[in-house]
């Protein structure tokens, strides 16, 4: 018994140890886990509530889910979602790796599912729910019939922010979005772009199905083929709130300084205040030869105006060009991707 204790003692020393050193990585896991989650109940709640109610296909699975659910009303929108995922995701294992594989299977079987049960919540019967009748939806507070292009844009924001929360922490939703990455990984186009050119796919399904009168688009307020147009705009509105979430504002603005002085001012400047490096290029004027001092900095946009008032103290006569960076990587900036990393722009 003794020598069991022992070896039980020294056992949970070990395990308890191994979480010490990895709880950051214990942490970090736990978290991306969970943000995968929250954002796959924002996607499902922006195709519940101002997508599917009013036939908008935004192209994708869930897209394509919408004209087939115009085909068959009896099968839910997220059914039709399993349908087109499952042989999507052996491809994401295969092809995308393990990791990002696992994660893509969770949150692919997690978004239909939590669409599926949104849905049994918030229509009253199972014919409110065949129909996807917006005047039954949670209990006709949130019909907007009448409003198309605000159920359009604020359901095309919430898609784009949950998969962009789904993509940041390494995974997707499935559908499109290994579409797209895969296209990217194999035919270089990016990730924006391949999703836009298998979204414009889905929508000439829709234009076909619903647009021209073969789904059961009867009642919609606005003529059905007026709905393409609007999933366009959803399209495009998702994957500028997916590039946004992915890569930020691009904000970054890139400054050249020449100056016929050594501007020791702004190069205090860079270095303490705004705790920043910069580039020292030895230069001259074309036309007058001289020896001038040519500065490469970049900051964030709300540094721009403290940076210009230091060149004007430090040579009012400097010139000065202010360019947009549309991608900065280095020390202090973004780390230089990866061949699997996800390039939305």
Not at 47 to 76: D, E, K, M, R, T
Not at 167 to 194: P, W
Not at 268 to 295: P, Q
Request: a neutral charge.
């Amino acid at each position: 018994n003794s020598i069991l204790s022992l070896y039980l003692s020294a056992f949970l020393f070990f395990v308890v140890t191994l979480l010490h050193k990895n709880r950051n990585y214990m942490k970090n896991t736990l978290y991306s886990w969970f943000s995968i989650l929250i954002g796959c109940i924002i996607l499902a709640a922006g195709f519940v509530f101002f997508i599917n109610p009013y036939n908008i296909v935004p192209g994708g699975v869930y897209g394509a889910s919408i004209v087939l659910h115009n085909l068959f009303p009896s099968i839910q929108v997220g059914t039709f979602g399993y349908m087109f995922d499952i042989p999507l995701l052996i491809l994401s294992v295969v092809l995308l790796g393990a990791k990002l594989g696992s994660r893509t299977i969770a949150a692919a079987l997690i978004t239909p599912l939590l669409m599926n049960i949104i849905s049994k919540l918030v229509y009253p019967t199972k014919e409110a729910l065949e129909a996807l009748d917006p005047a039954q939806l949670a209990g006709g507070s949130m019909n907007l019939s009448d409003h198309l292009m605000l159920a359009c844009v604020i359901g095309a924001a919430l898609i784009g922010i949950g998969t962009g929360i789904v993509i940041r922490n390494e995974a997707t939703t499935g559908g499109s979005d290994i579409v797209g990455m895969l296209l990217q990984k194999y035919c270089h186009i990016r990730f924006s772009k391949a999703i836009l050119l298998v979204d414009g796919t889905v929508v000439c399904f829709g234009l076909a199905v619903i647009g021209f009168g073969i789904g059961s688009a009867e009642d919609s307020i606005q003529p059905s083929w007026h709905l393409s147009l609007y999933s366009l705009i959803a399209i495009f509105i998702i994957s500028r709130v997916i590039a946004y979430m992915i890569n930020g504002a691009k904000n970054d603005k890139l400054i050249f300084v020449i100056s016929d002085k050594k501007m020791t001012e702004l190069h205090t400047y860079i270095l303490k205040d705004l705790d920043r490096t910069a580039t020292c290029i030895k230069s001259s004027g074309l036309y007058t030869g001289k020896e001038k001092e040519m500065i490469f900095l970049v900051v964030s946009y709300k540094e721009v105006a403290g940076v210009k008032l230091t060149i004007k103290k430090a040579d009012p006569r400097a010139f000065v060009v202010v360019t947009d960076a549309y991608d900065t990587f280095g020390e202090g900036w973004k780390q230089l991707p990866s061949p699997n990393e996800i390039h939305p722009e």
